[in-house]
């Protein structure tokens, strides 16, 4: 991939060597890291400790220098202060200040945007309702818990609806209701084609939600590219299906056996122990139990989802009901989030699996989609399809056309 | 750099954001709120605890003299412990991090925490200053001491709660006749003899025996100069005395008049009484009389006994009114020495003040303690229009014994003293001279903070304060011709820290007040220019590009 103008992150040979008192080198965190990062994508970093992850981002966000090599952050250096702008930065740790509270927390970090008072107003209010700490607003950070201190981490990091939003370990400490809320979180801010640039060790959440990755070692660079490619098993298929009795399942060995395939596996899933607790949290708040600690978070604060603040289309609104040209753009209902490529993926697979469980049963109930399937799983599913065909004895052209 | 209007609103949008966090930090801080009520305890005690010399005036100036002391003191740990705090913490506790990652360049995060930073010193600094003021007035007022004589409450309003400027008499030009003299003594060989003999006492040192040469032939002709022997006289002529006093007469009310003790109490007007002064001179229908008392708007006159029976006094009755015109006074101050031991250590003495080019003549007798620094109230007509006064120092012999004696007088010691201003804003313009030093304070400890951990920081600059607050001692101390080898070093250490650094020394107001002299606007600016626009601002230069350059995130060892 060639750097252009067009990639919100590029680093061109990024080394960083830390060096003691005498200048001898002590540790090369970081060495020749070439990375590109389009808009619109979420990108992970992915590494074990020590790998030279958050150096890296500490180089982007210029709170460390390079020793040798080039960054630039929307076609700038990172020591400009005007890209900043347009960047979220949730670092690993939560280093808040301990005598605000979370209000006072955002209002500052508002103000260093130049956020007008009844924007700052606005926006935290979105925040705290979105993070989940509305009932404990006025409370001193050093009274939060670390998972509650890291909510309001994210919130200070989105106080400007950023169009690169770096995150460092955000999951860190927080529970797996807020886990979940930032997965989401991010989805719906790469929909509106911002770039989120996250980076774990937690392998799970990284490919819950990112795109592409970048794999570090010793501060090398092992492995970059997307994650179902880097994922996939090419050599394997595997189908999820109503239980099916010993019957069918000697059938399915016989077509599988026909077709000079092997059936390696046959298992029950099992639900992931995510979902199982967030359910079990759902059904707490229906009910009401009290809790002193963070509660789920609300939607995701309408300015992060449309890119407007509510005043703006309040404003729009009222001046269309009085006939007035809106000043910006027409706006009878907020607009539509900017489909990414992933989001459409999404709806095409969504599309066929619908229209697939229609045509082979049409009494059992569609199955809930996942929330943000892999961007490429159409081409996986077309894929599977001749396979699915052979099982199901039958012609998937001539079954569309019935 | 941003250019243009809303670059530079945005600049200073980013800057006062910082600098109001920098005040809800510090004020949520303990150790703030533990000198603000430590510093108002010791404030509040230090009146009734304070006698000063047992006099008003005394414990006035005690008072003054602790308190901006204290007030300096203090508030200027706190705003180095603040400023150096505010920064380095920021970088150990990793907080900048979320800081450094929105639209602040860092050069205004620095100036950011600097002048929140001032904001806060110059609040408590108010605050304190404000009770300092409150406190003093109390003070002035006598409540705390109600048997102070009449002397000492015009002492108390003359020489402590005024604002004065001072002028030397005219130059003798000592210098020139000790050169003079050493000239003659060489010409006729006596040099090389009396070096010779003082060569001898100190061992063989010929520059420490031409030192001893030189004073004491300036020894030998001061005392020629200066010494005003029995039955003689000594004239000193002053220039350039600007009081800017006029007479200001008002419609006053008769309160009561007591015919046997010569005196009279009245009201005046407010425009009247504000320049009424303990001891100074007042004209009631136009018959001059002395001010004894003024308390709660009630002026008590003390009239000659012969003006008490001029027409105008006599039919002044009580309710009646009474036209009352003040008159602008000056001070002449001077300490007379007694060439010889008397049993009292009294000197009488009888000054006559002449407003030069004028036949106006004022006879003042005085008794005064031997080496004691005196000062006299007179009116001022006794100056010219120009300007000018002579002053007479006339010998008398002790008043009690008859005896007669020789008093020496330098010309250092002796000036006119002349109200210029009022000590409501000479106070003022002392929280400014104070202000300049705690901006100066928070500059070096930002700076400090900027590349350096809390402790080495405060370290670093509580080092670099003795050569603020004791430079003079410092550079007299440190005299290059006793100083072995390597340790020269020291002298120019000295030399270039105090060019560097400002003198607080002389920017202390406390003595200003102390003496009741007026702090000149021209001292405040120069002050503000060298210590705040220069040494604060090349301060705050050098911080912000440390910082610039600082690798943030970078552990610190």
Known sequence: MHATHDHVIVTVGLTKVFRDFWLREKVSAVADLDLQIEP?????????????????????????????????????????????????????????????????????????????????????????????????????????????????????????????????????GMDPIGTREVKDLIGILAGRGKTVLLSSHLLADVEDVCDRVCVLY?????????????????????????????????????VLAAGSHELLDVSTPRDKLESLFLRIVEEAQAKRLVTGGAMAGGPVAEFLRTGQDDDQQGRLVIEQLVGAEPPVEPVAEPPPPMPSPAAQADEDVLDELISADERADKDTPPPPADRRPAPSAKKQDQADQGVLDDLLGGDRSEESSS | MMAGPSGVSTALGGLTSVARHTVVQCLRMKVVGAT????????????????????????????????????????????????????????????????????????????????????????????????????????????????????????????????????????????????????EMQRTGQYADA????????????????????????????????????????????????HRGRSVTGAGRVIRVDNESSRLWIQAPPAVQGRLVYGGPVRLNDVEGTVITIRDDVVEVSMMLEDMLKPAIQRLAADGSVSVTAEPTIQLTYKAELSQRTSDRQITSLWRFEATGTAAQLLVPRHDLNRSPATMTIPAWVVSDDGRTTVTFLSQPHRRTGEWYTVRILPEDVAILFRVGSFGWNFLRGAVLLMAQLAYLAAVGVLAGSFLVFPVGCMLVFSLLPFSVAGTFLRDAVNPEFLPGPLIVSYYIVHVMGALLPDFESTAPGPWFVDGMAI???????????????????????GCMIFRRRELARVQT
């Open chain 2, 520 to 542: 000149p606007w021209r001292f405040v600016g120069k002050t503000v220019l060298w210590t705040v626009l220069i040494r604060t601002s090349l301060a705050l230069a050098v």
């Open chain 2, 195 to 242: 070096l010779e003999a003082f060569k001898a006492r100190t061992g063989g040192d010929e520059a420490e025996a031409q030192e001893l040469l030189i004073a004491e032939v300036r020894e030998n002709i001061t005392g020629k100069l200066f010494a005003i022997k029995p039955r003689e006289s000594k004239t000193w002529r002053f220039e350039g005395i600007d």
């Open chain 2, 36 to 183: 603000i009520v430590i510093l108002g305890l010791l404030l509040g005690a230090m009146p009734f605890a304070i006698s000063g010399d047992g006099t008003l005036a005394g414990r006035s100036k005690t008072f003054l003299s602790y308190s901006m002391a204290m007030l300096s003191v203090v508030l200027s740990v706190l705003t180095v412990f603040l400023s150096i705090w505010v920064v380095s913490e920021d970088i150990r506790t990793r907080q900048i991090y979320g800081v450094i990652a929105k639209p602040l360049a860092r050069w205004q995060y620095i100036l950011g925490r600097w002048l929140g930073v001032c904001i806060l010193s110059a609040g408590l600094l108010a605050v304190a200053a404000a009770g300092v003021f409150a406190l003093a007035q109390y003070l002035r007022s006598g409540a705390i001491s109600p048997e102070a004589n009449p002397q000492d409450r015009v002492a108390v309003e003359t020489q402590v709660f005024t604002a004065r400027t001072r002028v030397g008499p005219a130059s003798e030009n000592v210098q020139e006749k000790i050169a003079d003299r050493i000239a």
């Open chain 1, 218 to 254: 010793g501060g090398r660079q092992r492995a970059v590219g997307r994650i179902d490619e880097l994922l996939a098993r090419e050599a394997h298929t595997q189908i999820t299906t109503d239980r099916l009795d010993d019957a069918t399942l000697a059938k399915i060995r016989d």
């Open chain 1, 40 to 172: 619109g994508e979420v990108f992970g970093l992915l590494g074990p400790n020590g790998s030279g992850k958050t150096t890296t981002l500490n180089m982007l966000l210029g709170l460390l220098f390079p020793t040798r090599g080039r960054v630039a952050i929307f076609g700038r250096p990172a020591t400009d202060v005007s890209i900043k702008a347009r960047v979220g930065f949730l670092p690993e740790e939560t280093y808040l200040y301990p005598f605000l509270d979370a209000r006072e927390t955002l209002d500052y970090y508002a103000r260093l945007f130049h956020q007008p008072r009844h924007q700052r107003r606005r926006r935290i209010d979105m925040l705290l309702e979105m993070v989940g700490l509305s009932s404990v607003a006025y409370r001193r950070i050093n009274e939060y818990s670390k998972g509650m201190q890291r909510r309001i981490g994210l919130a200070q990091a989105l106080i400007n609806d950023p169009d690169l939003l770096i995150l460092d370990e955000p999951t860190s």
